[in-house]
Antibody
């Protein structure tokens, strides 16, 4: 069974940093992309980042470019989202989701993890 | 930047057909996915590549995409279909989500 488990969320002050992890199991991790999608409280879905399988080409939404980076460790079946210079508007549940590829195309995000809550507040 | 527009809410009676639309500039030239998010749960894909249904998704879910509008159709809607539905497409290396449509089954 394919499973994705996010961790690393929590309360952080504005301007602070946090690193989220997405641990995967049940598939050949290195061959697939992993995406991060967030959902602010009571709001809709917003794609944040994706990283391809293989050499791991990264993609970032304009709203987080220059502040967030995404990376993967295929030996640990884990993708990381490093979030710096956090703002109140980054407060959201962050989901990771698997796809065949990312950055373009027709591949759905499937499945999704259970999400981890990030709260940016003083 | 590219935008996908959805109506905020749609209501349907049990057993009837629900249609949820998603509009965007020349959306018919893109591949559209639809996600269902039940209250308090993670999203689940119900349609991908405009009209393909993943294994495990009931046949009552179908999709189409032409011109500037993609449509998710739920035939014989059931109470368990009450959820938020989001369309999604790619533009300029960015995944774009519609604002979501709350489907109420009453």
């Amino acid at each position: 069974e394919v499973q994705l488990v996010e961790s690393g969320g929590g309360l952080v002050q504005p301007g602070g940093s946090l690193r989220l992890s997405c641990a995967a199991s049940g598939f050949i991790f290195s061959g697939y992309a992993i995406n991060w999608v967030r959902q602010a409280p009571g709001k809709g879905l917003e794609w944040v980042s994706g990283i391809r399988g293989g050499r791991g080409d990264p993609y970032l939404a304009d709203s987080v470019k220059g502040r967030f980076t995404v990376s993967r460790d295929n030996s640990k079946n884990t993708v990381y989202l490093q979030m710096n210079s956090l703002r109140a508007e980054d407060t959201a549940v962050y989901y990771c989701a698997k796809s065949e590829s990312t950055g373009s195309g027709s591949y759905p995000f499937d499945p999704w993890g259970q999400g981890t809550l990030v709260t940016v507040s003083s | 930047s590219y935008e996908l527009t959805q109506s905020p809410s749609v209501s349907v009676s049990p057993g009837q057909t629900a249609s949820i639309t998603c509009s965007g500039d020349r959306l018919g030239n893109k591949n559209v996915c639809w996600y269902q998010q039940r209250s308090g749960r993670s999203p689940v894909v119900v349609i991908y590549r405009d009209s393909k249904r993943p294994s495990g998704i009931p046949e009552r879910f179908s999709g189409s995409n032409s011109g500037n509008t993609a449509t998710l159709t739920i035939s014989g809607t059931q109470a368990m279909d009450e959820a938020d539905y989001y369309c999604q497409a790619w533009d300029s290396s960015t995944a774009i989500f519609g604002g979501g449509t709350k489907l109420t089954v009453l």
